[in-house]
């Protein structure tokens, strides 16, 4: 009971840290909201770097439209469908979760379910299979003498 | 034990390194390592197909004679945490390897250009990670067969509260953010339990041999050197991820027009344009600029971060300079080279950058001291004698038979 009480007041204790440390944030504003946009973008003519990351011009101006249009009142889901009907859904590096697309979030997460699935099978079937059973005298016996070696034989070896 | 396991696991990563290396030079995927005009493609497909063929063939055909005759009795155990750690790590694999491929069957499919990059393999490894860090902190505490809730209890608690505590304090403290907050958790779980780990063993071999505090700690390393080895590689993992989580969830950047004499602010840190400098040569041009550093009214010396344009190529390249501290690093950009007067500079400072380093530093030691023979399997006259049987029992041991009496 008391060692019940103590795990749930660590899980209390976590549990407040974690709403204390993801409440509502102060400060990330339109450059926030302006970074996670550019950082989901493909950067057009470049080689497999983000908006964000990429200093090529093209970067530059789609930046700077992303921030013209969050200025205008634009949401960043509208922003994005702008970016996709201009050059594709090829732009997104975030693929979707509809259609075929949806396969390359599921497969990993299904296959990691039933991997977990398969190995509590296998423990439950071991366990089934092979029962413990006591030790037997010859095997205590056994065990006593090696033990007893080890205590004796500290540093006798050759 | 596991060994199924394990072969499978060893030829998977070498076909699949042969396959990354089919992926890039072929040109299947866009990448700047491809080779142009080459029958290397079709060679390595080859290849490639030929290893993973005869590697599950083999594997199929001599299993029986692979599995050892060995049982796992209950998930909760060392055992039980390894296969969760193989089923892991098998899952990052095959995050990597869907996601690379994707763009690939997504054509194949339906003819669809698509892209798959950084935000789906943060969002697809960030929960993989965290539960590898949980699964690192956890298994040292787990006895080999079946663990006892006792003996749970015992060894865990300390750690568990070392994390709730740690969490808290750093949330009051004004640390934001799910990953980072989690992240700091499972890294005091974790070094908890390593620290709880050498106290216990310590103060175990100090009642027994009654020798000084150093003596006994290297004793103690050196008597169970696989152990306290691999757990001061858990503690470089513990760095490393923290390293990894911080720097990129507060990294901060700005881009400044300086002139002459300008300077810009970034979290304290006061960069000014001191001067700059041109190189001409017949290959290449490289312009620089001497950017000063200073943080609050410290001077952190100056750094020239420059940009190049090569003869034939109309692209500039940037070489970054990087003013590293053990707190922070700030990194310089040229962006613009000072055109009119005025140059374009990037500014960006990336916390505790360092100790990605660091961590990785004390995973090498952590393995060095794993892989060192013994001290006790050094005769005197200082060759390696076969081991002996270990002479004393493990410290988790002691402290069992310590706290439970036998019988």
Wanted: glycine letters at 10%; a positive charge.
């Amino acid at each position: 009971m008391r060692r019940l009480l103590t795990w749930a007041a660590i899980a209390a204790v976590i549990a407040v840290a974690l709403a204390l440390g993801t409440g509502p944030q102060s400060g990330a504003g339109t450059d926030g909201t302006a970074d996670s946009i550019a950082a989901g973008l493909r950067c057009p003519v470049c080689q497999g770097l983000s908006v964000k990351d990429s200093d090529s011009p093209t970067a530059r101006d789609i930046r700077a439209d992303i921030q013209r249009r969050l200025a205008d009142g634009d949401t960043p889901g509208e922003i994005r469908q702008a970016y996709v009907e201009r050059y594709g859904e090829w732009i997104l590096l975030r693929p979707g979760t509809s259609g075929f697309e949806a396969l390359v979030w599921a497969i990993p997460a299904g296959a990691t379910a039933a991997g977990a699935v398969l190995l509590a099978a296998a423990f439950w079937r071991w366990r089934r299979r092979h029962r413990s059973r006591p030790p037997t005298e010859e095997e205590r016996r056994l065990v006593a003498a090696a033990t007893a070696t080890v205590r004796a034989g500290n540093g006798a070896a050759p | 034990m596991l060994r199924v396991w394990n072969l499978s696991l060893v030829t998977a990563t070498f076909a699949l390194t042969i396959f990354g290396t089919f992926l890039t030079r072929s040109g299947a995927v866009n990448s700047v390592h491809a080779f142009s005009q080459s029958a290397i493609g079709p060679l390595l497909l080859g290849f490639f197909t030929a290893i993973v063929l005869v590697s599950v063939g083999l594997i199929g055909w001599r299993a029986d004679r692979l599995r050892t005759p060995g049982r796992i009795d209950s998930p909760i155990s060392r055992e039980g945490a390894f296969l969760a750690n193989n089923l892991l790590f098998a899952a990052f694999a095959l995050v990597v390897l869907l996601g690379t491929v994707f763009p690939l069957l997504a054509e194949a499919y339906d003819g669809r250009q698509l892209s798959v990059g950084e935000p789906y393999f943060d969002s697809m490894a960030r929960p993989i990670g965290f539960a590898l860090l949980f699964l690192m902190a956890v298994a040292p505490a787990l006895p080999w067969r079946a663990a006892g809730g006792d003996v749970l209890h015992r060894r865990l608690v300390v750690p568990a509260w070392a994390a709730a505590l740690a969490m808290l304090a750093a949330a009051v403290a004004g640390l934001r953010g799910l990953a980072p907050l989690v992240t700091l958790g499972l890294a005091a779980f974790a070094a908890g339990g390593i620290m709880r780990s050498f106290a216990v063993g310590l103060a175990a071999r100090r009642r027994g041999t009654g020798e000084p505090w150093a003596r006994a700690l290297v004793g103690m390393v050196a008597g169970n050197s696989r152990l306290y080895g691999g757990l001061i590689v858990h503690l470089g993992v513990v760095l490393f991820a923290l390293a990894f989580t911080f720097s990129s969830s507060f990294a901060t950047e700005r881009e400044a027009v300086l002139r002459r004499g300008e300077s810009a602010s970034l979290r304290g840190y006061t960069v000014t344009y001191v001067d700059d400098a041109s190189t001409r040569s017949a290959r290449k041009t490289s312009v620089s600029v001497a950017l000063e550093i200073r943080k609050g009214g410290r001077d952190l010396g100056t750094y020239e971060p420059a940009v190049s344009t090569f003869a034939g190529s109309r692209q500039a390249i940037g070489t970054p300079s990087v003013r590293t501290g053990l707190r922070e690093d700030v990194y310089l950009t040229l962006i613009a080279a000072p055109d009119n007067g005025r140059a374009v500079v990037g500014i960006r400072v990336n916390p505790l950058v360092v100790w990605l380093w660091v961590g990785a530093g004390v995973m090498v030691a952590g393995t060095a001291v794993a892989a060192w023979p013994g001290a006790r399997r050094l005769t005197r006259r200082g060759r390696l004698a076969p081991a002996p049987p270990v002479a004393e029992p493990a410290p988790e041991r002691v402290e069992d038979a310590a706290v439970e009496p036998v019988g």
